[in-house]
């Protein structure tokens, strides 16, 4: 195994270590070299959030994986709003563009781009319909001593539980409702007093990230470069603690030796690299950090619509399939 | 001057002969709706060609989704340096995506997830 390119965080620069052998940024990349070298592991997983480390890959691969599942992995929103009726105080337009970003369950795998999205009808195959009609009333049954609107009104808040799917053709017997509406049902979509009214139909259409912010899978998807701790000399007592205190909970841990505390470290990894240890004189020449350049710790955080893991998955086939096309049209 | 046609996604940028490279050997292809994402990647696998003797993009304005890919070689065609990288990125693709279920079963199977 090569060594990997490491960069150590000074005082007042940072440095690039000379390392023995070429490294993945200097070396010549090819498909051998780079099957060599790579690995993958995986840290935390919750179906819609995961860490996960991509070892040996040049910054510029990692940061690519990172653009495509903000601006190129697909999912369901709502683009289009015919107002039939709102007489409410939120404008017309600024109802549209909070209902598209409500977040929606729908797989975006099971539908198609539509072909134009400004003037083509809605398909089964394309769009998902949905409803919103609901009316503000004054509250008979309340107390009336009250002065809480919740008691005084029904429907005086909004909520996007009130988002309705109504089939188009066939997909009755494809999807059911529990798929396919949003994500979830307390996202506050506008406040009505008795007279008010909303009669709306949504249309959900198939995008990405790249066309608008709502089409994003992802609510973040980033990298970060594993950090290097090293203490270099031993620190002992009250310094000790100090030193601790120095960096993220977690990462310095105090050994017990002979009645000392010594300082030793535990965990860098969630460490935030925070140049704190630099305020204390008599520590800072105790401390090597750095952080490990071919290292990315990637963390995906998932709207909802489709797991974390199935988002780089198909991260990984965008970039692919944009690759075959542009290869087949080079070709032809 | 660059000869677009909307229907394609690649198109070239004109150039002018200078000294003994030929005209095949050095280009700048124009993508259309690409950007820094396919650019960066594909100028660090193509810049890695030994054949290769400049390679470089440059998206030319922000809102334009343009971006400008340009390869000049020491010996043999742009085009086909720009082929095989292409390719290689697929390679890369294929590699990333089998370690990445590899690893994601495992790590599914350890900690007794459902698949």
Redesign the interface.
């Given at each position: 195994m090569e060594e990997s390119p490491r960069i150590t965080l000074q005082e007042h620069k940072i440095t690039q270590d000379i390392t023995k052998g070429p490294t993945v940024l200097d070396?010549?990349?090819?498909?051998k070299a780079?099957?060599k070298r790579?690995?993958?592991?995986?840290i935390r997983?919750d179906d819609y959030e995961m860490e996960?480390d991509?070892i040996g890959i040049?910054p510029?691969?990692a940061?690519?994986?990172r653009?495509?599942m903000i601006?190129?992995v697909p999912s369901m929103a709502i683009e289009k709003v015919h107002i039939l009726n709102n007489t409410s105080i939120i404008q017309d337009e600024v109802l549209a563009h909070r209902l598209g970003l409500v977040p929606l369950k729908a797989d975006p795998r099971l539908f198609e781009y539509k072909s134009d999205p400004a003037n083509s009808e809605p398909g089964e195959l394309d769009t998902l319909e949905f409803e919103l009609k609901i009316k503000c009333t004054y509250n008979k049954d309340s107390n009336k001593n009250s002065s809480c609107a919740e008691d005084m009104y029904k429907n005086n808040n909004v909520y996007s539980k009130s988002i309705k799917w109504i089939p188009i053709s066939n997909q009755k017997d494809k999807f059911k409702e529990k798929d396919l509406g949003p994500i979830h049902d307390d996202i506050l979509i506008a406040k009505m007093r008795p007279g008010h009214e909303l009669d709306l139909k949504l249309f959900a259409i198939k995008s990405t990230g790249r066309d608008h912010a709502k089409f994003s899978p992802v609510a973040t998807a980033f990298y970060r470069l594993l950090p290097e701790i090293k203490i270099v000399r031993e620190v002992e007592g009250e310094a000790a603690e100090r030193l601790q205190k120095c960096f993220s909970p977690g990462v310095i841990g105090l050994k017990r030796e002979n009645g000392k505390k010594i300082a030793v470290v535990t965990d860098a990894r969630y460490d935030t690299t925070s140049r704190n240890i630099y305020r204390y004189e008599d520590l800072k020449d105790a401390v090597i950090m750095g952080k490990v350049q071919d290292h990315f710790i990637f963390t995906i955080e998932s709207v909802g619509a489709i797991k974390s893991?199935e988002i780089?998955?198909e991260g990984?086939?965008v970039?692919?399939d944009?690759?075959?096309?542009?290869?087949q049209?080079?070709?032809s | 001057m660059s000869s677009f046609n909307s229907k394609?996604?690649?198109s070239q940028l004109a150039e002018t002969e200078t000294g003994s490279n030929s005209l095949e050997s050095t280009k700048t292809f124009v993508?259309q709706d690409?950007g820094?994402?396919?650019g960066?990647?594909l100028?660090?696998?193509i810049?890695?060609n030994?054949n290769v003797q400049f390679c470089g993009y440059t998206v030319p304005h922000p809102s334009e989704a343009k971006m400008h890919f340009r390869i000049q070689m020491q010996k043999g065609r742009a085009?086909d340096a720009?082929?095989k990288g292409?390719?290689?990125?697929?390679?890369?693709?294929?590699?990333?995506?089998s370690?990445?279920?590899e690893?994601?079963l495992s790590?599914?199977t350890e900690?007794k997830?459902n698949t």
């Open positions: 070396e010549v990349w090819t498909v780079f099957k790579f690995r993958i592991a995986i997983y996960f991509l040049h510029a691969l940061n690519t994986f653009r495509i601006s190129d893991d780089f998955r990984i086939k970039l692919k944009k690759c075959l096309s542009l290869l049209e080079l070709s | 394609q996604s690649i993508f690409e820094h994402t396919l960066n990647a100028r660090c696998v810049a890695s030994p085009i720009l082929k292409l390719e290689d990125l697929v390679k890369m693709c294929d590699h990333t995506l370690v990445f279920d690893e994601m790590f599914k900690h997830l």
